[in-house]
């Protein structure tokens, strides 16, 4: 699997999710919570743009130079957006929205009819609480620390260097949020989870390039729980079909 490979996951799992009613339904509950979260905090952060702007670079006299003052100006405005809809993003796991991507996940199997790994004989709560509680060392630590560090680097000289790697490090976790539904709702530790992450780090990265683009990441955000469990499924699958020494 490389990074091509996971663009396409994510857009096959936005083109099945809009196509199923259940999927379609679902998906959109979770765009509208993320949607407002975002234009909430869109507002806020938004507000605070001028002062922001003002400690990266003072307005220049100069006429020529100054479009690219206006410049940097609308690519903050980007930059803060997709910050406000990752963080909304966060919120809304927290609140609720990790038991509906489960329920995705699960009418996605169910749709595809792959060959699932069997779930442990646990009572569905406990399947729920053990899920939440992979959301904080699974992302939102590296989601916030990644952000944190963005914001430090607009003050450092590594700056444009950690501005670039920390939304591509958010990427790939968000990805990882998606793709470790299934692995997690079996009970699998959360070390050998976290060396599968390792083993695919280019496919997750595909996968998460598009939360970074400023508004259609809301609606792939929304559907991504359907691609990460296409692609958990054909994994499963040629699991099943290669011979002994190749899956162990």
Same mark, same amino acid.
């Given at each position: $699997?490389?990074?091509?490979?996971?663009?396409?996951?994510?857009?096959?799992?936005?083109? @099945?999710?809009?196509?199923?009613?259940?999927?379609? $339904?679902?998906?959109?509950?979770?765009?509208?919570?993320?949607?407002?979260?975002?234009?909430?905090?869109? *507002?806020?952060?938004?507000?605070?743009?001028?002062?922001? @702007? /003002? @400690?990266?670079?003072?307005?220049?006299?100069? +006429?020529?130079?100054?479009? +690219?003052?206006? @410049?940097?100006?609308?690519?903050?405005?980007?930059?803060?957006?997709?910050?406000? /809809?990752?963080?909304?993003?966060?919120?809304?796991?927290?609140?609720?929205?990790?038991?509906?991507?489960?329920? &995705?996940?699960?009418?996605?199997?169910?749709?595809?009819?792959?060959?699932?790994?069997?779930?442990?004989?646990?009572?569905?709560?406990?399947? &729920?609480?053990?899920?939440?509680?992979?959301?904080?060392?699974?992302?939102?630590?590296?989601?916030?620390?990644?952000?944190?560090?963005?914001?430090?680097?607009?003050?450092?000289?590594? *700056?444009?260097?950690?501005?670039?790697?920390?939304?591509?490090?958010?990427?790939?976790?968000?990805?990882?949020?998606?793709?470790?539904?299934?692995?997690?709702?079996?009970?699998?530790?959360?070390?050998?989870?976290?060396?599968?992450?390792?083993?695919?780090?280019?496919?997750?990265?595909?996968?998460?390039?598009?939360?970074?683009?400023?508004?259609?990441?809301?609606?792939?955000?929304?559907?991504?729980?359907?691609? /990460?469990?296409?692609?958990?499924?054909?994994?499963?699958?040629?699991?099943?079909?290669?011979?002994?020494?190749?899956?162990?």
């Amino acid at each position: $699997m490389n990074l091509f490979s996971g663009i396409l996951y994510n857009l096959r799992g936005l083109w @099945l999710g809009v196509r199923t009613p259940r999927l379609l $339904m679902l998906g959109l509950l979770r765009f509208v919570v993320v949607a407002l979260l975002t234009v909430g905090l869109s *507002g806020v952060i938004l507000a605070k743009h001028a002062e922001i @702007l /003002a @400690l990266l670079w003072q307005r220049p006299e100069s +006429a020529w130079i100054v479009w +690219a003052w206006y @410049l940097a100006s609308w690519l903050l405005s980007l930059l803060l957006m997709g910050i406000s /809809a990752v963080i909304a993003y966060l919120l809304s796991q927290i609140l609720f929205a990790v038991l509906v991507m489960d329920l &995705m996940s699960r009418i996605t199997e169910r749709l595809v009819g792959g060959p699932v790994a069997a779930s442990p004989r646990v009572p569905v709560m406990t399947q &729920m609480g053990f899920l939440i509680r992979q959301e904080v060392p699974r992302n939102i630590i590296p989601v916030l620390l990644t952000l944190l560090l963005m914001v430090l680097g607009w003050f450092t000289p590594l *700056g444009p260097v950690v501005t670039t790697i920390g939304p591509l490090v958010a990427a790939i976790f968000l990805a990882w949020d998606n793709t470790d539904l299934v692995p997690a709702r079996n009970l699998q530790p959360f070390k050998l989870r976290f060396k599968s992450l390792v083993r695919s780090l280019p496919f997750h990265l595909g996968f998460g390039l598009p939360f970074l683009i400023p508004v259609l990441n809301l609606i792939f955000l929304s559907f991504a729980p359907v691609g /990460a469990t296409l692609y958990h499924l054909d994994r499963e699958k040629r699991v099943a079909g290669a011979p002994p020494e190749a899956s162990a």
